[in-house]
């Protein structure tokens, strides 16, 4: 049902960049792309949300490929607090009724 | 402002009872969602109301209701409950029912478990 894939584990060293990549190849063309994260023993939380072109926000970036079959999540410095799992997240519309489907996730390790 | 308030955090029911799951959305948005996390399944999507009506719903059978109250408040009811109904519930609140656009605030989930 997931319309998204992500790497199920990464890992990354405290202070450097993070990119955590995702497949969503059945995009449609009004789909935007969402990115949640879940901390442990939490519900998700909203990290950054976009169309097309790439979106900055305090938090991290995201960037969308040029055909939006693939997009990218960039912490810019990992901090041991973004050790979460990561949900890259489309609209799923089918029978009139309309979902968020969140797929398995990428749970990130920060090393100290 | 405070965040999506679920209450209890923690349940245990046994198989055949029923449980009700109550859910306060961040102060002003009438749109609140509901979805169940398991380790095997992950997060799934339950159902959605908006202004006291059902919107949207997931796979769930009809043992999984839920409703809207008019200051946006929501529970969720499971009758007959069932082993493989142990999970995480977690409520999500946000301004409209766009989920395209819109941000989704999740409350920290009531964990119930069934012997």
């Known amino acids: 049902d997931a319309k998204t894939t992500q790497p199920n584990s990464m890992e990354s060293n405290e202070e450097e960049p993070v990119h955590l990549p995702c497949n969503h190849s059945t995009i449609s063309g009004t789909d935007y792309i969402h990115w949640y994260r879940q901390l442990p023993s939490q519900g998700p939380e909203y990290v950054i949300h976009g169309l097309t072109s790439n979106v900055n926000n305090r938090m991290a970036s995201l960037a969308i490929a040029e055909d939006r079959k693939s997009s990218t999540l960039i912490l810019h410095r990992a901090t041991l607090r973004d050790a979460a799992v990561y949900y890259c997240?489309?609209?799923?519309?089918?029978?009139?009724?309309?979902?968020?489907?969140f797929g398995k996730g990428t749970k990130l390790t920060v090393n100290p | 402002k405070a965040g999506v308030t679920q209450t209890p955090r923690y349940l245990i029911k046994t198989r055949g009872q029923q449980v009700t799951l109550s859910c306060s959305p961040i102060s002003g948005h009438r749109s609140v969602s509901w979805y169940q996390q398991t380790p095997g399944q992950g997060l799934q999507f339950l159902f959605e109301?908006?202004?006291?009506?059902?919107?949207n719903k997931g796979n769930f059978p009809g043992r999984f209701s839920g409703r809207q109250f008019s200051n946006s408040r929501s529970e969720m009811n499971v009758s007959t409950l069932e082993l493989g109904d142990s999970a995480l519930y977690l409520c999500?609140?946000?301004?409209?029912?766009?989920?395209?656009?819109?941000?989704?605030?999740f409350g920290p989930g009531t964990r119930l478990t069934v012997l």
């Open positions: 997240i489309l609209r799923d519309a089918k029978g009139g009724s309309e979902k968020l489907v």
């Open positions: 109301y908006f202004s006291e009506t059902q919107r």
């Open positions: 999500a609140s946000s301004l409209t029912t766009s989920l395209s656009t819109d941000t989704q605030y």
